[in-house]
């Protein structure tokens, strides 16, 4: 083996959405101790990690992601002894706790920010990126990832402020050593109370073009700041002083959410020699939906086809070989519930095409995320009105779609919703069949999904062929073999239009996986004769020469 081990190379991670996970107070929001009443439940799945979203003081613009202050816990969400308490029990029970970290920008009611705009010559001016309008119009084009013009007038200085998200998550200025240090230091504190890493929020945006250029026009209306504001020009001499300054003084996990991340750029992000972070985060794979809505973006709803995706799951399993670590997710809060979109969430097929996602991702090289539910085969919503979305990203598109452009109609944006909308995952956690699917004795902030009356945990727990103890199996296979964790990969049947299949091989043995994409038995001759041990399917009988709708199989010989 070539590879070196490291502890979270060979780790499953479990996301928590923390507003939407367990309620243990009444109050319709999930919280600390609801997540430390369920410590055993992730116990039995058998993760190793758990990635919290952001707990921090907050007023909750972006649920979180907009920070005031980055060393108290949001009222919502409990007390710092709830959370050292949180922290202490997942220790006992051998589970780690990686934090967010969410630094590319704050809160517009962060001390710093408040500061800053009160005159061009505060001594916090410099923590953000303010700027002359020209004439009267902004700095430049940018839309912001969120609608809207990337750029807010304050009446106060008569400049404007970038902000890359909304207008209440200003972005820092990492030119500005203070607040480089600023931010280390406080790395600092978390790392010495004991956590055990940082899932870094969009980390690939640190650094912007300092030229400032207009962007191009895709929607008709705002330019795309993509290009200036992803891997810019000192994003890796941050990171490599972050990595010196804190990283390296501690035994910890690193992922960096990196947006626009090219495969160059994450073998430098996580190269094998450390310098930066232990993985990253790419989003090619998410980014496969057939953009079939006149708006561009994110907002098409088509099935991703294995076609496109296929090159892309190959492209990053082979060429990050030795050089870094990858990252392996279908699902997170930004992101639907994976077997709505990448799967089939009808009655019939639910159940086994979740497992086949989940044996497809799980048995390749990279270290696999479970966002919460995903181990239930927890679906998306329907949403039927604009009343129905929480998330601010849904709020400012339809208005500047819908209402303001009338570029499309409300029932084509819902339908946009419905399908890729972030809001899908983040509808609460389902426990059980009793009110509210026991996430909350409250009214919840968000609308259950009706579906918790059949899919929930218990029922999971109480179906030895749930969803649940498929992952479990998954997950207890990658501890037991470490061909999962290092085994080098190799694609297979690579002109099939609908079996993705591959090999993993170390040390003499060789892993045959094959996954079927769709609800058609087609025909199959990868296990025929069979050589080997079946470590896991999604069927217990086979058909010779053939995959049966969604059928996953993985052989070990
Ligand atoms: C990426 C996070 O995952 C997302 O939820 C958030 O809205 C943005 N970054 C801004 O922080």
Redesign the pocket.
Known sequence: MNEKRAWWKESVVYQIYPRSFSDSNGDGIGDLNGITEHLPYLKELGIDVIWL?PIYKSPND??G??ISDYREIMDEFGTMDDFDRMLARSHELGLKIVMDL?V??TSDEHPWFIESRKSKDNKYRDYYIWKDGKGDNPPNNWQS??SGPAWEYDETTGQYYLHC?TKK?ADLNWENEKVRNAVYDMMTWWCDKGIDGFRM??ISMLSKDPDYPDGEVTDGIYGDLMPYVCNGPHVHEYIQEMNRRVLSKYDIMTVG?AAGVTIDEAKKYANSEGSELGMVFHFEHVNTDATTTPILGKWGYDHPDLKKLRPILNKWQLELEGKAWGSLYWD???QPRAVSRFGNDSEKYRVVSAKMLGTLLHMMKGTPYVYQGEELGMTNMVFTSPDDCKDV?EINAYRQYVTEHKMISSEVMLKCFSAVA?DNARTPMQWNADKNAGFSTGTPWIAVNPNYVTINAEAAMADKDSVFYYYQKLIRLRHENDIIVYGQFRPLLEDSGEIYAYERTLDGKVLTVACNWTENTVSCDLFDPLAGEELISNYSEHIKGMLQPYEARVVLS
């Open positions: 979203s972006d649920n992601y907009d969410v590319n920008h990832l969120f998200f998550q929020d969009v959410e997170n809060h930004d990203e972030r």
